[in-house]
């Protein structure tokens, strides 16, 4: 008995560790993919080189801003080259584009999202993705990896005058409570979701609302070829290295005390910690 029980534990801890194999798209849907006329952003032609079900974690974060992706029956991951390189250049050294498309019934949706800067429509695998907080839920950005480096280097420098020159006091407030922002921000390109966006909005004098920077914890992006996500630096250019941080931080304190009077400056921090 102990013996039979043994065995049937090592085949149970067996078939668990075994990875299940990969779901199949079906030979007919295959045929329909490789039959569409594919292009890339300079309209050259493109030719298939492998279709696979998107991953299940790709499918929730591009279904939040796709419905076809949301609710599709074939949801694919298409990876295509260039006709031109498909033969000419060794395998290795072809760029290889992904195209998300989703086969519901009869129809066929190639999935394509604005880049809300560039207004260029792109494969969701080409946007970037952002995360709040450590191990907390990726969203999808409206925002490419190009037009994120362009726009990175104007953030820090409009930070800098908001809390410098704020439209109103409780803003002022509120940025003095979040303290130094050195990571990416931007309530359209990394919206907060709908039941956290209130927390990041006070009235200003006139009861107008006014939005609060809130930093991206961090940024990431999909490797087509390496079928894998890459970070990608969420650091402002221009903002404080983190060994400089405290010290650029304290010196703006210095200067507000400066301003505002140091007993205001220090009973507002010392109330953010209380609320803490």
């Known amino acids: 008995h102990e013996n039979g029980f043994s065995a049937s534990f090592s085949f149970v801890?067996?078939?668990a560790s075994m990875a299940a194999p990969a779901k199949q798209v079906p030979a007919n849907i295959q045929e329909l993919i490789n039959k569409l006329p594919l292009e890339d952003e300079d309209e050259n032609s493109l030719k298939v080189s492998?279709?696979?079900?998107?991953?299940?974690?790709?499918?929730?974060?591009?279904?939040?801003?796709s419905e076809s992706v949301k609710?599709?029956?074939?949801?694919?991951?298409v990876e295509c080259v260039s006709k031109d390189d498909a033969d000419d250049l060794k395998e290795e050294d072809r760029k290889v584009?992904?195209?998300?498309?989703?086969?519901?019934?009869?129809?066929?949706d190639i999935v394509e999202l604005e880049d809300k800067i560039t207004m260029e429509d792109l494969a969701p695998s080409q946007l970037i993705e952002f995360?709040?907080?450590e191990n907390g839920a990726w969203f999808l950005a409206p925002m490419s990896l190009v037009s994120l480096e362009g726009y990175r280097k104007t953030k820090f420098a409009n930070w800098r005058n908001m809390i410098?020159?704020?439209?109103?006091?409780?803003?002022f407030k509120r940025l003095l409570n979040i303290g130094l922002i050195t990571h990416?921000?931007?309530h359209l390109a990394f919206p907060s979701p709908e039941n956290e966006k209130d927390d990041w909005m006070v009235k200003d004098d006139h009861g107008k609302d006014v939005i609060i920077p809130r930093p991206v914890h961090a940024l990431r992006c999909w490797?087509?070829?390496?079928?894998?996500?890459?970070?990608?630096?969420?650091h402002l250019d221009g903002a404080p290295s983190a060994d400089e941080a405290g010290k650029f931080w304290e010196d703006m304190l210095d200067k507000f005390r400066e301003q505002r009077g140091k007993e205001y400056i220090d009973k507002l921090l010392a109330s953010f910690k209380t609320e803490k």
Do not use: W
């Open 50 to 65: 492998s279709i696979r079900y998107l991953e299940d974690e790709r499918v929730a974060i591009y279904g939040v801003l």
């Open 97 to 108: 584009l992904e195209k998300v498309i989703v086969v519901a019934k009869d129809e066929v």
């Open 131 to 133: 995360t709040f907080k």
């Open 184 to 186: 990416m921000y931007d």
């Open 13 to 15: 801890i067996l078939c």
């Open 164 to 171: 410098e020159n704020p439209t109103c006091e409780a803003a």
């Open 223 to 234: 490797n087509v070829k390496q079928r894998a996500y890459e970070a990608v630096t969420a």
């Open 71 to 77: 609710t599709g029956d074939h949801v694919l991951a």
